[in-house]
């Protein structure tokens, strides 16, 4: 199993960047493919940007494309979502998720194929 908790969210002017962590216990993670979803109020949770184990595979969102960037440090147990020009549609409950997989290269968008998730952390654009 993997624990993951979120840190990073908060309150930023449209424009604006934020670097959100997620932090994973045990000795596995290089193990995990890692996502980013998040969920606005009222809104169902979407996919935003997922990296393969290796890390050298990413997808994003289309939403988020040329704005988002996902990296990890499998040494330091850490994903990592730098989002630049943040948009006030970008408000939402940031998630981190894991999901384990044989496959280096792997990567997914799909919530539902994530076993692990972190409790979240909340992002705030302002207009």
């Known amino acids: 199993q993997v624990q993951l908790v979120e840190s990073g969210g908060g309150l930023v002017q449209a424009g604006g960047s934020l670097r959100l962590s997620c932090a994973a216990s045990g000795r596995t993670f290089s193990r995990y493919a890692m996502g980013w979803f998040r969920q606005a109020p009222g809104k169902e949770r979407e996919f935003v940007a997922a990296?393969?184990?290796?890390?050298?595979?990413?997808d994003y969102a289309d939403s988020v494309k040329g704005r988002f960037t996902i990296s990890r440090d499998n040494a330091k147990n850490t994903v990592y979502l730098q989002m630049n020009s943040l948009k006030p549609e970008d408000t939402a409950v940031y998630y981190c998720?894991?999901?384990?997989?044989?496959?280096?290269?792997?990567?997914?968008?799909?919530?539902?194929?994530?076993?692990?998730w972190g409790q979240g952390t909340q992002v705030t654009v302002s207009s």
């Open positions: 990296i393969s184990r290796s890390g050298g595979n990413t």
């Open positions: 998720a894991a999901d384990y997989t044989v496959d280096i290269d792997y990567v997914d968008i799909r919530g539902q194929k994530y076993h692990y």
